[in-house]
């Protein structure tokens, strides 16, 4: 057994050597660890966090959790501040996940917008994929693990849809002088932005027209296409035309149409009111010369058909605004209701009175 005096000059010669190196050794436990890979998940509720893109509704609370994975022992372990997670369908267990020792990491969280608000896939005399181009815009430097979600455009012009539509988002870390992300703006196909940048889509409520709001902030495509329904621009929310936005939100709701054409929605809808038979005094609307009812002659969730090259949905009951109901609904059809539609711009809500009457088309079975 060594003497108590050695034991102390061996001590004082391994201070002296830590001394003359610098000070900079440290204990295994404590040392910084190389990130190998990070993923972007998304929790709903408090609930699973999992790097699957999110349809949500409006009322749900949505946070992004960033996921590092390092090697420890020769074994993955990953750095989380949530404790359930899925990382591309699989459980990672409590026992591999750790909480990173310092919070001086930095972390910059973007959000990822297409730089323009219409495209057109049928300009010139062929059919081409038009190219979408995507901007990434810094929204937190803030060191932060965990940033709650919304669908709020970072251009303040933009942002008149109270939190509804599709968002997608990016983040950077910075380790051991390595940068190191998850996907973003560079992650694209001929169609548009790829799967693996992370996407968060708030809709006001499960029906049609609710599931037609999630489509908000996104562009408008001309001729928007894929090579199947389920590879179409619009089922990956990267785009539409109008007539897709209705079909996209249509099938949302588990309705297995397939995308088409202004036209081709007659093939799904009945007609209850034909444009040819409609009249206006300037204001409301008449069919056969019998005014309409809104909520019973035309309904919330109906299309309305501007000749064979236009098409919206009918959202809300409005009026003129200087009349006794002071904008507010009247119950009578006209040319300050509202629709959702999109045209060379991004979806949004807007009088049908600027386009004219049009002929009322409503689902089959739907009426």
């Not at 079909?247 to 929605?265: D, E, F, H, M, S």
């Not at 919206?312 to 959702?340: A, Q, R, T, W």
Request: charged share 25%; with cysteine; aromatic share 10%.
């Amino acid at each position: 057994m060594k003497s108590l005096k050695g034991m102390a000059k061996s001590a004082m010669i391994m201070l002296a050597t830590i001394v003359a190196l610098g000070g900079n050794v440290q204990s295994s436990q404590h040392k910084p660890k190389d990130i190998n890979k990070v993923y972007l998940t998304s929790c709903i509720d408090n609930q699973v966090c999992s790097t699957e893109s999110k349809n949500v509704r409006l009322e749900n609370k949505v946070k992004l959790n960033l996921v590092a994975e390092s090697e420890e022992n020769r074994k993955k372990i990953y750095f989380s501040e949530s404790d359930n997670i899925y990382i591309n369908g699989k459980k990672i267990e409590s026992s591999e996940i750790k909480r990173w020792d310092s919070k001086n990491i930095p972390i910059k969280w973007f959000k990822i917008e297409p730089k323009n608000n219409n495209y057109s896939n049928g300009s010139g005399e062929k059919f081409h994929w038009d190219k979408i181009k995507y901007k990434e815009t810094l929204i937190d430097d803030g060191n932060n693990w965990v940033l709650n979600a919304d669908a709020t455009p970072t251009d303040s012009s933009k942002n008149i849809n109270d939190g509804l539509g599709t968002m997608r988002y990016k983040f950077e870390v910075i380790n051991n002088g390595k940068k190191i992300s998850s996907p973003g703006k560079e992650s694209t196909n001929l169609y548009g932005i790829n799967d693996d940048v992370h996407r968060i889509s708030f809709r006001k409520d499960n029906s049609f027209v609710g599931w037609l709001t999630s489509f908000f902030n996104l562009p408008y495509i001309y001729g928007s296409s894929g090579k199947s329904n389920k590879e179409h621009q619009t089922e990956k929310y990267i785009g539409s035309d109008c007539a897709d936005l209705i079909v996209g939100a249509y099938r949302k709701t588990g309705k297995n149409i397939p995308y088409t054409y202004v036209a081709g929605l007659t093939k799904f809808t009945d007609t209850i009111i034909d444009e040819k038979n409609l009249d206006s005094d300037g204001e409301n609307y008449y069919y056969n010369n019998k005014s309409l009812k809104f909520g019973s002659d035309v309904k919330v969730g109906d299309l309305i058909l501007f000749g064979k090259w236009h098409v919206g949905v009918l959202v809300e009951d409005k009026s003129n605004p200087d009349s006794e109901y002071n904008g507010g609904p009247d119950g009578l059809f006209n040319k300050y209701d509202l629709m959702i539609h999109t045209l060379f711009n991004t979806p949004t809500k807007e009088n049908i009175g600027e386009f004219g009457g049009g002929s009322i088309l409503r689902w089959k079975n739907e009426k």
